[in-house]
């Protein structure tokens, strides 16, 4: 039996959440409005139900290039989440094997209003925090042999690069939430921050921006290519021919993802393979940027870059098709975007570096991208290097 007390994510008192991206004058200071979740067994499109909802509260999200202006006395924004296989939905793709944390929304959009009376500090819980041992949902073995799979499907030309993901789950008890909280303290942790809604709780600590809207220009940062953050690990990814072809692959194909959506000939890279730090771990990152075309909408925007290109693969669609039948289990919470949506400004990361509670276990994914060079074992340690962080932070007491 899988022990869990009182004090479960299902029984919380109703508290705010903390949304990454949310304007820094306004983070502590926020109220829910309203609140959307949906599922895939929901129907419909989702990035259309994602606009939809929005506009009804009074986001102007149906047209990104129009100037708009933040009220101070009215709605802040909105906190966005999409889980991958929402994402793929969205782009047409299947949405891959069952999540194994069914509790958790695959949209979740909470309208904020302001506050002047700011949440209470939360009471204690009775139960202390406890995390049990993290159970994979595929060996290390397991893992290899899917790398070989996609170098095979490599090998016959069916795609260049396919990103494969790993998850596990430990039981636990206590209060998950402040664990989930401690991600976003992570060294690196651009977005982060934590969602939650009855039975369910996300925690993010990603370095990484799915897309930015701002002024009418477009901004996505892809990151590709880990090494540990030593001085060697710094030379030996620079020096990666490996590591800078995989990402230069992701480039060109978030270009071609901004490309749809943007004036003719706006699209560009900002930066190329910039190596930045996430907590012990190097990482190359590479910025590109486009002018929105004109009238360019939310949805129109979730249907160009979900799900993101450094978490699926080139080309996005074939890849998604074969992450659909190689990975064992759901990306559920991981691999999607969670960020900030406000008047005249959007902000998603991509929620890499993620976990999530449902009532009675913590749940945690990672993985990285296979090409032709990939050496199956070091692509199983470096799945292990990037949950390591989260997996210390998660049990601290």
């Avoid at 903390?18 to 990035?47: F, S």
């Avoid at 296989?85 to 959009?109: F, N, Y």
């Avoid at 993101?308 to 991981?334: D, F, M, N, Q, W």
């Amino acid at each position: 039996m899988i022990p869990h007390g009182p004090d479960v994510v299902e029984t919380l008192p109703r508290r705010w959440n903390t949304p990454p991206a949310a304007p820094p004058a306004c983070r502590h200071t926020l109220t829910e409005h309203a609140r959307l979740e949906w599922r895939t067994t929901d129907g419909g499109d989702p990035a259309t139900t994602i606009q939809d909802f929005l506009t009804t509260h009074g986001l102007p999200v149906t047209d990104l290039t129009r100037p708009a202006h933040h009220d101070p006395t009215g709605i802040c924004g909105a906190s966005l989440y999409v889980s991958a296989a929402a994402g793929a939905l969205i782009t047409g793709a299947p949405p891959g094997p069952p999540t194994p944390a069914p509790a958790l929304p695959d949209i979740a959009v909470v309208i904020h209003t302001h506050t002047d009376h700011p949440t209470p500090p939360a009471p204690p819980t009775t139960a202390p925090w406890w995390l049990g041992p993290w159970q994979p949902s595929w060996t290390p073995d397991q893992h290899a042999t899917a790398v070989d799979t996609v170098r095979a499907a490599i090998a016959r030309g069916d795609v260049y690069q396919v990103n494969l993901v790993g998850h596990a789950a430990a039981p636990y008890t206590g209060d998950p939430l402040p664990a989930l909280a401690r991600l976003g303290t992570l060294p690196g942790a651009r977005y982060g921050g934590t969602l939650h809604g009855h039975g369910w709780a996300l925690g993010c600590a990603s370095p990484e921006t799915l897309v930015e809207v701002t002024a009418g220009r477009i901004h996505t940062r892809p990151i590709k290519g880990t090494r540990p953050a030593t001085t060697q690990g710094h030379r030996e990814l620079l020096d990666s021919a490996k590591e800078r072809a995989e990402h230069v692959m992701i480039v060109d194909l978030e270009r071609n993802d901004l490309a749809r959506i943007a004036r003719t000939g706006s699209v560009q890279v900002d930066e190329l393979f910039t190596v930045r730090r996430w907590c012990d771990l190097w990482q190359a990152e590479s910025t590109i940027s486009a002018t929105a075309a004109d009238g360019l909408g939310l949805a129109d925007l979730l249907r160009a870059v979900c799900p993101g290109g450094s978490v699926t693969g080139a080309p996005k669609h074939a890849a998604l098709t074969h992450i659909a039948t190689t990975e064992p289990v759901g990306r559920g919470a991981s691999m999607g975007a969670l960020g900030w949506v406000g008047p005249g400004h959007l902000d998603l990361g991509l929620t890499i570096r993620t976990a999530a509670a449902d009532p009675h276990r913590l749940h945690l994914w990672a993985g990285g991208g296979i090409t032709w060079d990939s050496d199956p074992q070091a692509e199983v340690a470096e799945a292990a290097a990037k949950a390591a962080p989260l997996r210390a932070a998660l049990a601290h007491p």
